[in-house]
């Protein structure tokens, strides 16, 4: 097992409401990246945080937002939730050689 | 466009066999390159990395790279029942820290 813990494990919403899942990153690693990933699908990426900052984005709307905090945990925010985004969101931590850790995700349904 | 593909599968081998996975990638200039193995319903795990033409050789797992191609393969020798999982290759693509696969699901028969 990685030292990369995300909560809840499951999650159920109904469409429109808002969610917050949490990431604590593994042990001396300062960069955190949430995936998205669909059932049979490879995950996609939703967006990269480094020393608080966003350090990149996928192809996601900007009701997906972030946060890193100074112990290098993050936060992926989802608002108005929509059916499509019933998927495993999984939290990845790593140093700067980008080899990725990742948590044992949240499952969110959204009904 | 950052695509990297991957057959779908599956793929069976009998225990004792060699399995062997490839992947193409869509972008030239891309760097680093990663096999996960995701068991179902359990998140990815890294099982290689590789950064260089040619091969590297971890246990029982090879990974192949070869950039003027845009190939990937992942060999997996003396196969198990355990190793039957989806495999992942992921590659970084500008910006992006890493581009998946749709995955390959592999299945070894006792």
């Known amino acids: 097992e990685t030292g990369v813990t995300q909560s809840p494990t499951h999650l159920i919403k109904t469409r429109g409401q808002q969610v917050t899942l949490r990431c604590s990153s593994q042990?001396?690693?300062?960069?955190v990246s949430w995936y998205q990933q669909a059932l049979g699908q490879g995950p996609q990426f939703i967006f990269q945080?480094?020393?608080?900052?966003?350090?990149g984005r996928g192809n996601f709307p900007p009701r997906f937002s972030g946060l890193q905090f100074p112990n290098y945990s993050s936060e992926l925010n989802v608002n108005a939730l929509e059916l499509d985004d019933s998927a495993l969101y999984l939290c990845?931590?790593?140093?700067?050689?980008?080899?990725?850790?990742f948590g044992p995700g949240t499952r969110l349904t959204v009904t | 466009q950052k695509e990297v593909e991957q057959n779908s599968g599956p793929l069976s081998v009998p225990e004792g066999a060699i399995a062997s996975l490839n992947c193409t990638y869509s972008?030239?200039?891309?760097?680093?390159f990663f096999w996960y193995r995701q068991y179902s319903g359990k998140s990815p795990e890294l099982i290689m990395s590789?950064?260089?033409?040619g091969d590297k050789e971890d246990g029982r797992f090879t990974a192949q790279l070869n950039k003027a191609s845009q190939y990937v393969s992942l060999l997996i020798r003396d196969s198990q029942p355990s190793d039957s999982a989806t495999y992942l290759c992921?590659?970084?693509?500008?910006?992006?820290?890493?581009?998946f696969g749709k995955g390959t699901r592999l299945s070894v028969i006792a």
């Open positions: 992921a590659v970084t693509m500008g910006n992006t820290p890493l581009v």
């Open positions: 945080y480094y020393r608080e900052e966003e350090n």
């Open positions: 590789i950064y260089s033409n």
């Open positions: 972008d030239r200039g891309s760097q680093s």
């Open positions: 042990s001396g690693h300062n960069t």
């Open positions: 990845a931590s790593s140093t700067w050689d980008n080899e990725q850790y």
